[in-house]
């Protein structure tokens, strides 16, 4: 995807190349299995969403915070990413490790004045992803029958919410 993008960019600036980007992120949206069974109409307006909200990470950048407010929910479309949690007083607790494709940071939109459950840290040299603000999440998840209408809290989420809750004691 990546190299689809920036050659879509390079080709043009214009319409076409705006175009060649978009159909560049819907393929690779249509490859994530939390997408899969979204109409055509849906893939369109979560790929008009994603169009232009892609951001690099360094090796050992930081992606999310924990207990930062969330803004933006993430696809990663290239390289690898961890989930950690911090615990006082020892090293961070490895919780999830991230592939191209998979997705996070879409707890802390889901739930009103939620901060940040983990960490999520790139581990590649480089790692992409695909960001969708808040603005653009909710109103995605507004539409019943929209893209991030399939979006529900797994058991990972939930034992984040409880390590973050028991760190609050």
């Known amino acids: 995807l990546e190299e689809s993008v920036q050659a879509g960019k390079a080709a043009s600036p214009s319409a076409g190349g705006v175009a060649q980007e978009r159909v560049a992120i819907s393929n690779f949206l249509q490859k994530v299995p939390l ?22 990470f360094r090796k050992g950048e930081f992606i999310i915070k924990q207990g930062d407010s969330g803004e933006e929910f993430y696809l990663l479309i290239s ?6 949690i ?11 490790h991230y592939y191209k494709g998979d997705y996070f940071g879409e707890l802390a939109l889901m739930r009103a004045d939620s901060k940040r459950a983990a960490n999520v840290v790139a581990t590649s040299e480089e790692a992409t992803c695909l960001a969708i603000s808040r603005s653009d999440f909710q109103n995605l998840t507004q539409v019943n029958t929209g893209p991030a ?3 529900t809290e797994t058991e990972e989420d939930e034992m984040m919410l409880a390590a973050m ?5």
């Open 35 to 56: 997408f899969s069974g979204l109409s055509e109409r849906d893939f369109g307006r979560l790929s008009d969403v994603c169009s232009g909200g892609e951001k690099l």
């Open 79 to 84: 390289g690898t990413a961890i989930a950690t």
């Open 86 to 96: 911090d615990v006082p007083g020892m090293k961070p607790a490895t919780v999830k």
């Open 149 to 151: 209408a399939t979006f």
């Open 165 to 169: 809750a028991d760190d609050d004691d």
